[in-house]
């Protein structure tokens, strides 16, 4: 977990590169015909939180760069995590399908 932290807390660019990694998998899956959009929107989805997460650690360092207890992430990394596993569950099993 500190490793996790350490990668994502406070580090708007490493977020953003999830976001688009996962976008770019959505990307990837649709093109190659593999599931059709619908199937694949979970990961829409999950891109689009982190992209999300990545615009609010940035707002959060611009605002208050020396916060080092963030409460807000107890709620934030639980919701990415589902969203994101169900993204990835969901888009695998309509892959081998």
């Known amino acids: 977990m500190a490793l996790l ?3 994502l807390v406070a580090q ?5 590169v999830v976001a688009l990694g996962l976008l770019a998998l959505w990307w990837l899956v649709c093109w190659s015909g593999a599931v059709n959009r619908r199937s694949a929107r979970p ?3 999950s ?9 609010w650690e ?4 611009l605002r208050t760069p020396e ?6 992430l107890l709620l934030i990394w639980p919701l990415l995590g589902a969203l994101t596993l169900y993204g990835l569950i969901r ?3 309509a892959v081998r399908r």
Request: charged residues 10%; glycine residues 10%; contains cysteine.
């Open 58 to 61: 940035a707002l959060v360092q």
């Open 12 to 16: 708007p660019g490493h977020v953003l």
């Open 43 to 45: 990961l829409l989805w």
């Open 5 to 7: 932290a350490e990668l």
């Open 91 to 93: 888009c695998a099993i």
């Open 47 to 55: 891109s689009a939180g982190w992209g999300l997460y990545a615009a």
């Open 67 to 72: 916060a080092n207890i963030r409460v807000d």
